[in-house]
């Protein structure tokens, strides 16, 4: 059992990023399993949800003339158009069915606000606006993490990047992630995790 002050952070495992989802991670359901069991070693367990608004300003279905895998320019930079996906409410944005939900001590929206997308658990992608997530953290006195989920190369790297700047102390377990892995954004995600003192196994 790991100590009161190291929490897991399950990020993303819900419908639309598992096989036959909207925006589907190859094998995302694979690691279901296995982050049941880690779930036994933490006294802590947190999973994030992304929870998007109808028309949020991250689908591409939102800017005429665009498909997904297109970047754009937004007003806090840019940004990757996805296909709908995770819409609050919907089937694609429930968590995967096998995943055990009833370890989480606190789940945690993102993506709520139509006009910025948010992978991090912590920071929108203005890297300003907070999701509450740290001082959440901060106030059980947690100060170590292990992040497990989809999708490796975004929404898992960019919580790990930024919990990694915030000072907290971070391994992601890298078999019990999943990757999208487009134009060789899994390989950048790596570095850049792994330059900001990131523990990746
Ligand atoms: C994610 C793209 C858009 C993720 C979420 O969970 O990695 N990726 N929304
Ligand atoms: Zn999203």
Known sequence: ??????????????????????????EGDVIIPGINTLMTEFQAVILTQDWH?????????????????????????????????????????EFHPDLNTDRADMIIRKGFDPAIDSYSAF??????????LHGYLQTRGISQLTMVGLATDFCVNFSATDAARLGYEVRVDMALC??????GS??????????????LN
């Open 178 to 183: 999943r990757a999208i892995d487009f134009d």
């Open 53 to 93: 608004p109808p028309a949020h300003s991250s689908f591409a279905s939102e800017h005429e003339g665009t498909k997904p895998l297109e970047m754009i320019e937004m007003p806090y930079g840019l940004q990757v158009l996805w296909p709908d996906h995770c819409v609050q409410g919907s089937k694609g944005a």
């Open 123 to 132: 920071f929108e992608n203005d890297k300003k606006t907070p999701t509450g």
């Open 186 to 199: 899994l390989k950048v995600a790596m570095n850049g995790m792994a330059e900001l003192g990131v523990t």
């Open 1 to 26: 059992m790991h100590s009161d002050t190291h929490a897991l952070i399950v990020i993303d495992v819900q419908n639309d990023f598992c096989p036959g989802g909207a925006l589907a991670v190859p």
